[in-house]
């Protein structure tokens, strides 16, 4: 599964960005599914993720960013508003490997990752 991120790019503090994420015939299953980000010199950490209709936020972007996918399951979102200089990293579109099994479908454990996407919050 190759995961592609688009919309990222360079914004002011205060202002809002969309990043999007698909790929090739793929449609995401109800296993763990989001985004992850990586600012420089720290380590990769969770922002927000959807796992079987629940929904993960990290504190520090809780009621300021929004995840999402389409209806058709192809497209997964991230509406961020209120961005701050601290936002400021690589995002990661992942998505939970899975299988069918007789007993229905089985998520795996591990993840397949988009290559990233820069986002930059200017003050």
């Known amino acids: 599964v190759q995961l592609v991120e688009s919309g990222g790019g360079s914004v002011q503090a205060g202002g809002s960005m969309k990043l999007s994420c698909g790929a090739s015939q793929y449609t995401f299953t109800t296993c763990e599914r989001g985004w992850y980000r990586q600012a420089p010199g720290q380590e990769r950490e969770l922002v927000a993720v959807i796992n079987d209709g629940a929904i993960t936020y990290a504190d520090a972007v809780r009621g300021r960013f929004t995840v999402s996918q389409d209806k058709s399951k192809t497209t997964l979102y991230l509406q961020m508003n209120n961005l701050k200089t601290e936002d400021t990293a690589i995002y990661y579109c992942?998505?939970?490997?899975?299988?069918?099994?007789?007993?229905?479908?089985?998520?795996?454990?591990?993840?397949?990752w988009g290559q990233g996407t820069q986002v930059t919050v200017s003050s």
């Open positions: 992942v998505t939970e490997a899975s299988r069918a099994t007789m007993l229905g479908l089985k998520c795996a454990g591990y993840k397949y």
